[in-house]
């Protein structure tokens, strides 16, 4: 079974909108963390928020936030008034943390802000 | 600066010849792993260090080697490079997961290899 699964391949926003890129995972591990990374065409990977398990509020991070739903196990990313720079691929990642051994990451979901 | 370093940034080989891609961090980070990334597919790891002399394979290992002599150093290894091998590659580092944003992975630049 897929750890992290990003349903949404490509996505378009207009300029100044906000857009939410989904992420859903599966761990059984109660205590995860759960990371976005942005990926501009340069190719360098940029981590933009962190969410932990046992976090109470959604984490928020300038323009970024993560919209959490532990119970449906899902790990949105909110990326409010985009622009033109946001496009680029994203990437949502967890690190389960009694393991720590590996990193698991979706398949990223290619964002394309439009003027 | 901290940072994580990879050497080369691209290179172009032939099928069956032995290659390095070197992978150095500043950080004094325990964790070390290399990724590869290929279209569709996302970032798949390959194989991950969690301190000196200790490695183990992650989700594609097949036909790539690593070790961990040093803690700043993790090179990958193909043996005999071949085609399907052809993909951009990461190095990444990381603290151990002691829980929060510093429990993130820090991405070398990359390299893209590209075997004939």
């Known amino acids: 079974a897929q750890k992290i699964t990003q349903t949404q391949p490509g996505m378009f926003v207009q300029e100044k909108e906000a857009v939410t890129l989904d992420c859903t995972y599966d761990t059984s591990d109660p205590s995860y963390g759960l990371f976005w990374y942005k990926q501009p065409s340069s190719g360098e990977m940029i981590f933009l928020i962190y969410q932990g398990s046992y976090d109470q509020q959604n984490a928020t991070e300038g323009r970024y936030s993560l919209n959490f739903q532990k119970a449906r196990k899902s790990a949105n990313l909110v990326i409010s008034a985009s622009q033109l720079g946001d496009s680029a691929m994203y990437f949502c990642?967890?690190?389960?943390?009694?393991?720590?051994?590996?990193?698991?990451f979706g398949t990223g979901t290619s964002l394309t802000v439009i003027p | 600066e901290a940072q994580v370093t990879q050497n080369p940034r691209y290179l172009i080989t032939v099928t069956g010849k032995k290659l390095t891609v070197t992978c150095s961090q500043n950080?004094?980070?325990?964790?070390m792993s290399w990724y590869r990334q290929d279209p569709g597919l996302g970032l798949r790891q390959i194989y991950y260090s969690m301190n000196v002399e200790a490695t183990d394979k992650g989700d594609v290992p097949e036909g790539y080697k690593v070790s961990r002599k040093e803690k700043r150093n993790f090179p990958l290894i193909l043996e005999s490079p071949s085609p399907n091998q052809t993909s951009l590659y990461f190095c990444?580092?990381?603290?151990?997961?002691?829980?929060?944003?510093?429990?993130?992975?820090?991405f070398g630049p990359g390299t893209r290899l590209t075997v004939l």
């Open positions: 950080m004094n980070h325990e964790y």
């Open positions: 990642a967890m690190r389960e943390r009694n393991t720590g051994n590996q990193f698991y």
């Open positions: 990444a580092s990381s603290p151990p997961p002691l829980g929060g944003a510093a429990d993130t992975q820090y």
